[in-house]
């Protein structure tokens, strides 16, 4: 089994830096691919940001040019820099992973953290 705990969330203003942690604890054999949804209040589900356990990288083009997600494989963490930032990232941001243990591959998702960015 494998656990995803959060950290980084908080409260600033546009324009303002922040960087979301997100490790992965348990029976961990490989990475297949860390990412960052978020879901605003009344909106769906978004992809954020992904990153496979080799490195490639994917972003949505709302946050292009001002987000970078990077991954740690020895520490098992996904981390998301997230500079520039305006009111429409306010979010609560969720990690997900698609992880290899002793057995298939399998989904985990994170307790989410709250991001807001006030005008």
């Known amino acids: 089994q494998v656990q995803l705990v959060e950290s980084g969330g908080g409260l600033l203003q546009l324009g303002g830096s922040l960087r979301l942690s997100c490790a992965a604890f348990?029976?961990?054999?490989?990475?297949?691919?860390m990412d960052w949804y978020r879901q605003a209040p009344g909106k769906q589900l978004e992809l954020v940001a992904l990153?496979?356990?080799?490195?490639?990288?994917n972003y949505a083009d709302s946050v292009k040019d001002r987000f970078t997600i990077s991954l740690d494989n020895a520490k098992n963490t996904v981390y998301l820099q997230m500079n520039s930032l305006k009111p429409e990232d306010t979010a609560v941001y969720y990690c997900?992973?698609?992880?290899?243990?002793?057995?298939?591959?399998?989904?985990?998702w994170g307790q989410g953290t709250q991001v807001t960015v006030s005008s």
């Open positions: 990153i496979t356990g080799g490195g490639r990288t």
């Open positions: 348990g029976s961990i054999v490989s990475i297949n691919v």
């Open positions: 997900h992973a698609n992880i290899k243990g002793y057995y298939l591959p399998s989904d985990y």
